[in-house]
């Protein structure tokens, strides 16, 4: 590798090829070893990246988390670059292919890093690469505040909000036990809450099939073994209970509680524009991932037939996915994973795509990414105008072990600290404790025996 071009051996080269005459950043033949950047404008020593450990650990879950160490003593960031089911995919991916890459680099030079990874690898998007560059991301994020002594929220523009209008989940499989669940949310002052049922006759449904703590931990943490269990799933059966559910939940709850639900992309878009029409009544604060990604168009007939909010795109994994349902306005909530989808640098691009189109964030937020991911969805939050909610877990004292620094929940509102970065770390000592385990989401099938949109 050649030698790191800012700093003398930049300013050297840039004479001797006459770039800096044309005013133009580094483009040359050869290594590509940083962006081209300026000479560093507050007097700081050139930084560089030295070290990429990539930690797999399992406190009650799987994760994957990258920790970029620099040439300043003590100055390291850390990233979540956690894909439930497929680990060690990105731990590989980043091992392997990405760590090579920025050994040497400037960790300041966050947006080009991010272009270089996303567009220089050639094969780019989907969701390996896109949590691999979303765990870098994070991690250079979480220097630059480290640096700058500010934490990430004030990097982006500073607080809009005093904090994240949060939720939670509840379920059960009957109708009381998923009221129970929301009474239990609503005691511990959400305001939002998310309702999930199990369906009659049929052996577990997305969101339900889990232990009674579900709304706690809100995932399958008592479940990462083994191969992945098959759920059945049958539209009709959903169509006829999910619009009861969300009656019994109004006529026990009142109108005051906002109530979410998540379809997990399980229907076609004449069941889908079904269910939001019959779920009109009860207002749905918003109605998650009606239809599979890959059929964006069709959310149209969604949109013809009823008001009904709604939510998607936890399985976007590129700005691109993002753009035909916001800049068509067939979405009223988007919400990218910012560990599925390269982290802050992609994820405020979208949001303020959004912006233009009337458009709320909503960023996925469920156990399966670690707390780096969560605390940069929460500094991104605060710091955008066109915040919406934030989907929230409480986590197990084990993660907290190895990952401290989550952010905090207080009166229905989600939030981090003046911790400068992200407020969150690893405990690589900890971390050793718990090896990583092999695990699956779940899969589903119809009554019919075919596969069926987990
Ligand atoms: C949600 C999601 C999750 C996903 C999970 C898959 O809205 O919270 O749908 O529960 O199922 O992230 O790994
Ligand atoms: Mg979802």
New binding site residues.
Partial sequence: MSSHPQGPGRRNFLKMSGAAALGSPLVAGGTDTGGGASARPRGLPPLKITEVRVIVTCPGRNYVVVKILTNEPGLYGVGDATLNGRELAVATALKEHIAPLLIGRDPEQVEDVYQYLYRGSYWRSGPVQMTAIAGVDEALWDIKGKRAGMPVYQLLGGRTRVGALAYTHASGNEFSEVEDAVRRGMERSFKCVRAQVGLPGLAGTY?TSVTKKSEEHAGRVDQQAGLPETEIFEPSVYLRTVPKLFAHLRSKLGEEVELLH?T??KLGPIEGARLARELEPFHLFFL??LLRPEHKESFRVIRQYSTTPL?MG?LFNSLWDCVPLISEQLIDYI?CDLGHIGGITNARKVASLAEAFHVKTAW?G?ADVGPPTHAASVHLDIAIPNFGVQ?MVFWPEATQEVLPGAPTFKDGYINVGDTPGLGTDVNEDAAKKYPYKRAYLPTARRIDGSVQDW
């Fill in positions: 969101g998540d997990h992309e998650e991932d939510a936890e919400r996925h469920p989907e």
